[in-house]
């Protein structure tokens, strides 16, 4: 039986990898078949053309020669810098936050026409005014982040709050536990599945929102190259830069949805 399973994994992987393959070069041939011939003075981006550019950049990927001449490494770096750090601020203030709201309805109940309020607020609106009160263009791309990621991870975290079967918390009541005990013993463990949702969702939703911010405040960042490099009309660069950000952001994902397999159901 477990022979049989193993068999049909196999399989299954060997027709992942074939429609993968099938997609991929009926994509590179359709993008060919678009560009090809096109009299647009060279705007439009050959899958030979970024080919050769990607191999460029790869080749300068580590070149450091002052603060604007650098290699599209040092664009990543500072990239993935100022999404960890935003993240990583909204996790520790989103995950305690969500606790609290999630166990006091009264303190919901007063809090939820704020959350309400702010949440749909797309988080670039926030970029000006993180400007003008930070005057600092690196501190307010990770407020950005900070904003774009704090709402999926509270809002998961309340839910999954919400979701703890009430028995738990009365027997540990019952056997007159002191409240940490009830929060690091029963109730963080019995959420911690939406709360690795909600980490999931805002990580994704930050990569997605610093290439925008960068392109605004500039420095070093994938957001700030793709710009720099439109404003040169270097499309192959732009397709490239594409690939890695999407790249990146598929790794981020992999990563958190890795840890979610690790964290029991219940």
Do not use: C
């Not at 540990?172 to 019995?190: G, I, N, W, Y």
């Amino acid at each position: 039986m477990q022979q049989r399973a193993k068999a049909q994994r196999t399989r299954d992987r060997i027709q992942t990898t074939g429609l993968f393959v099938i997609f991929f070069l009926g994509f590179i041939g359709l993008w060919h078949l678009a560009t090809v011939g096109l009299d647009d003075g060279g705007l439009a981006p050959t899958p030979g053309a970024t080919w050769e550019r990607l191999l460029e950049m790869l080749g300068t990927a580590f070149l450091l020669d002052g603060p604007n001449n650098v290699g599209i490494f040092y664009h990543l770096l500072a990239s993935i810098q100022r999404v960890l750090l935003g993240f990583g601020l909204a996790a520790l203030i989103a995950v305690p936050l969500g606790l609290l709201l999630g166990t006091s309805r009264v303190i919901h109940d007063g809090m939820d026409p704020f959350i309400q309020i702010l949440r749909p607020v797309s988080p670039l609106a926030w970029l000006p005014l993180g400007l003008a009160l930070l005057r600092d263009s690196q501190m307010t791309a990770i407020f950005v982040i900070f904003m774009a990621a704090l709402w999926p991870i509270l809002v998961s975290t309340i839910d999954g709050v919400r979701r703890v079967n009430p028995l738990f918390l009365d027997l540990a009541r019952s056997l007159e536990t002191d409240t940490k005990t009830r929060v690091f013993k029963v109730l963080l463990p019995a959420t911690l599945p939406a709360i690795v949702t909600g980490l999931r969702t805002a990580l994704s939703t930050a990569w997605l929102v610093i290439v925008a911010a960068e392109m605004i405040v500039g420095g070093r960042g994938m957001g700030h190259f793709v710009w720099n490099e439109w404003n040169a009309l270097n499309t192959p660069s732009i397709v490239v830069a594409i690939v890695i950000i999407g790249g990146v952001g598929f790794l981020l994902d992999r990563s958190i949805a890795q840890l979610q397999r690790l964290v029991p159901k219940s």
